[in-house]
């Protein structure tokens, strides 16, 4: 996990590649934070909101060097047809109700029943998925709903997770193959799939799922392929000779 810490702003890594870390890592903490509120049942809009405060502070702290990438007119007529999907879809999720069955049999009504309860229990309904599956994008649902105290953008979520997919899909190409027209062309590739563009809407955890899948890809390959040299390189000013170990060495702790 201390690699992917220092993905951030360490290794020699490319923009894409460090916005999916800082994205990985914040959902990491944010979904934890989730489940601190949750099991301790004080899951209310003002301890969300405290929560959310503190996030963006310490986000603005710890990413004020960070650097967007520069986008070539190549790219950015690329990115255009994405851009009015987005624009879209977005419009489309606060006009229409939720209507796909996964999101209305089990979705939702755990979501609607953490949102209620103000935390996590053993809910029982006639879907054994309401009891029994895990719940982190639940929680999330859970967020929008008690901020929000409405369902009306719970669908936002999902496109939020359309775009970091396609951030790290883009990531994983150019570290593939390298910097270059093709990094735009598969992203818009990508992004034209028909199954994720109708997930892109949807109040559905496959995206997200993905997302965490393609995150862990890229940097489990390069943490195999490299071990903890880089980790040791970003560690080695502080002096930390028990962070890293031997130099070269695979350290256990960075794949926890």
């Known amino acids: 996990m201390d690699c992917l810490f220092l993905s951030v702003k360490d290794f ?10 800082v994205a990985v890592v914040g959902f990491m903490l944010w979904i934890g934070v989730n489940w601190v509120l949750a099991l301790t049942h004080t899951l209310t809009r003002t301890m969300l909101s405290i929560a959310i405060v503190a996030f963006i502070a310490v986000s603005l702290f710890a990413l004020r060097r960070l650097r967007l990438p520069k ?12 851009a009015l999907w987005i624009a879209y879809i977005l419009w489309r999720g606060v006009i229409l109700p939720p209507d796909n069955h996964d999101a209305l049999a089990y979705h939702l009504p755990k979501a609607a029943f953490i949102a209620q309860t103000h935390g996590y229990g053993y809910f029982v309904t006639g879907d054994p ?3 029994v599956l895990p719940a982190n994008y639940e929680l999330l649902l859970s967020d929008v ?8 953008i719970t669908e936002w979520l999902n496109t939020l997770f ?11 190409i150019e570290r593939w193959f390298g910097p270059g027209p093709q990094v735009a062309a598969s992203v818009i590739a990508t992004a034209a799939t028909p199954v994720l563009l109708l997930h892109s809407g949807a109040d559905k955890n496959d995206l997200m799922t993905c997302f965490f899948a393609v995150a862990a890809l890229l940097f489990g390959a390069r943490w195999v392929v490299q071990g903890n040299e880089t980790a040791c390189r970003g560690s080695a000013r502080r002096a930390d000779p028990i962070f890293c170990g031997a130099p070269h060495s695979r350290a256990t702790h960075c794949v926890a």
């Open 12 to 21: 020699d890594a490319r923009p894409l590649e460090r916005i999916t870390a």
């Open 71 to 82: 986008i070539d007119t190549f790219t950015l007529v690329m990115l255009v047809p994405i």
């Open 129 to 131: 998925r309401v009891t």
């Open 145 to 152: 709903m008690i901020l929000t105290g409405t369902d009306h």
């Open 162 to 172: 359309y775009v970091l997919f396609l951030i790290a899909t883009g990531a994983a």
